[in-house]
């Protein structure tokens, strides 16, 4: 598995390409089929589902479909019936995302009116009641990173991915202000 997830994980093209090499080497002659099925219908779409292609779109950190599935279910769960005429199904859809609005609402309203300790930093302060906590985590990460931005790793993506701004954005603001 870790063989996998070193594919799906590949920071970089060139990353990807040794790894998939790599698993080609090690996996050939001892499971050539699977080998042959992954070549032959996941490599294709490798862009849809590996990090060097994915994290260049906003995905918020959402990589997996298990929220999909979860909304399917609870839709069915709405739908109970398959008896019901068009307007009865749309009707009903219409209730469940109403319900899930508001779920959503009082969630985000009860995140973002949260202080905590370790987002008390004067500096953030006018972000505090405006992030949730998660965002407000991997802000601080690359806030802390800025600090000593000439030394870091960049992850380039970041920005992309989560529509946060990335440590050099950061570093650039502090530096000019």
């Known amino acids: 598995m870790s063989d996998w997830n070193s594919l799906l994980?590949?920071?970089?093209?060139?990353?990807?390409?040794h790894n998939w090499q790599v698993f080609q080497d090690k996996y050939n002659s001892i499971a050539k089929h699977s080998l042959d099925y992954i070549a032959r219908i996941w490599i294709p779409l490798k862009e849809k589902f590996v990090s060097c292609w994915a994290d260049k779109h906003l995905h918020l950190g959402s990589v997996t479909t298990s929220r999909i599935e979860g909304n399917h279910?609870?839709?069915?769960?709405?739908?109970?019936?398959?008896n019901n005429d068009l307007l009865m199904s749309i009707q009903k859809i219409d209730a469940m995302l109403d319900n899930q609005v508001t779920e959503i609402n009082a969630l985000i309203g009860?995140?973002?009116?949260?202080?905590?300790?370790?987002?008390?930093?004067?500096?953030?302060?006018?972000?505090?009641?405006?992030m949730s906590q998660h965002a407000l985590d991997l802000f601080m990460v690359e806030f802390k990173?800025?600090?000593n931005v000439e030394n870091s790793i960049c992850e380039c993506n970041f920005s992309?991915?989560?529509?946060?701004?990335?440590r050099h954005t950061i570093y650039d603001k502090m530096k000019s202000s």
């Open 145 to 147: 990173a800025a600090k």
């Open 160 to 166: 992309t991915k989560y529509g946060i701004p990335f």
């Open 73 to 82: 279910s609870v839709l069915k769960k709405y739908l109970k019936h398959i």
């Open 9 to 17: 994980y590949s920071g970089k093209q060139i990353d990807f390409e």
């Open 110 to 130: 009860k995140e973002t009116m949260q202080i905590t300790p370790r987002h008390s930093n004067p500096m953030i302060a006018a972000l505090n009641r405006k």
